[in-house]
T-cell receptor
Framework: GENVEQHPSTLSVQEGDSAVIKCTYS??????FPWYKQELGKRPQLIID?????GEKKDQRIAVTLNKTAKHFSLHITETQPEDSAVYFC???????????????FGTGTRLTIIP | DGGITQSPKYLFRKEGQNVTLSCEQN?????MYWYRQDPGQGLRLIYY???????QKGDIAEGYSVSREKKESFPLTVTSAQKNPTAFYLC???????????FGQGTRLTVV
């Protein structure tokens, strides 16, 4: 089955600097890669996702890049703000023909702290 | 206001007792899921259901049971067979294949 590794487990950056979180996956057939943000005491929320037919996707200050050859994908947050402090989870899913939607495998999470 | 609701937020259980966690959604989503979240281990899938009256085991189903009698509801029972039930439990739903999961606010279960 799929195995997703996420690094680092904790990350502290100065407000205004950029943060990068990296994930690797094992199943080369995986083709859907969402990222979730979980603020303290709250539910995880989808912040961005990418499919394997594109290499990069941006949404304001966040972006995700995907390298299918190396089987890794990364979350980039620019101009970080205090409200970016949270735990971030990456995930990977195999194609639909393999019930991909149900086999979303999560990474272990990165606790991001923005230092004012 | 559409959403997914879990109850209760906190739950205490004595060893040897079964306990049921509630999950209700009014989003008209077909698929529903139960995850367990432990520190440093991410989210692990317990059970999922793609359609009413059908559900499948996830990666850590032992000691848990579910039912899906209505589209809106997907309760999880933590049985006495679950060796280490103290955890944060998250219910989620999704509208279709490879679309984002919408999560409930979670239930923190503590065995005393």
């Amino acid at each position: 089955g799929e195995n997703v590794e996420q690094h680092p487990s904790t990350l502290s950056v100065q407000e205004g600097d950029s943060a990068v979180i990296k994930c690797t996956y094992s199943d080369s057939a995986s083709n859907y890669f969402p990222w979730y943000k979980q603020e303290l005491g709250k539910r995880p929320q989808l912040i961005i996702d990418i499919r394997s037919n594109v290499g990069e996707k941006k949404d304001q200050r966040i972006a995700v890049t995907l390298n299918k050859t190396a089987k890794h994908f990364s979350l980039h947050i620019t101009e970080t703000q205090p409200e970016d402090s949270a735990v971030y989870f990456c995930a990977a899913s195999p194609p639909l023909y393999n019930f991909g939607n149900e086999k979303l495998t999560f990474g272990t999470g990165t606790r991001l702290t923005i230092i004012p | 206001d559409g959403g997914i609701t879990q109850s209760p937020k906190y739950l205490f259980r004595k060893e040897g007792q079964n306990v049921t966690l509630s999950c209700e959604q009014n989003l008209n989503h077909d698929a529903m899921y139960w995850y367990r979240q432990d520190p440093g281990q991410g989210l692990r899938l317990i059970y999922y259901s793609q359609i009413v009256n059908d559900f499948q085991k996830g990666d850590i189903a032992e000691g848990y049971s579910v039912s899906r009698e209505k589209k809106e509801s997907f309760p999880l029972t933590v049985t006495s067979a679950q060796k280490n039930p103290t955890a944060f439990y998250l219910c989620a739903s999704s509208p279709g294949p490879q679309s984002g999961r919408q999560f409930g606010q979670g239930t923190r279960l503590t065995v005393v």
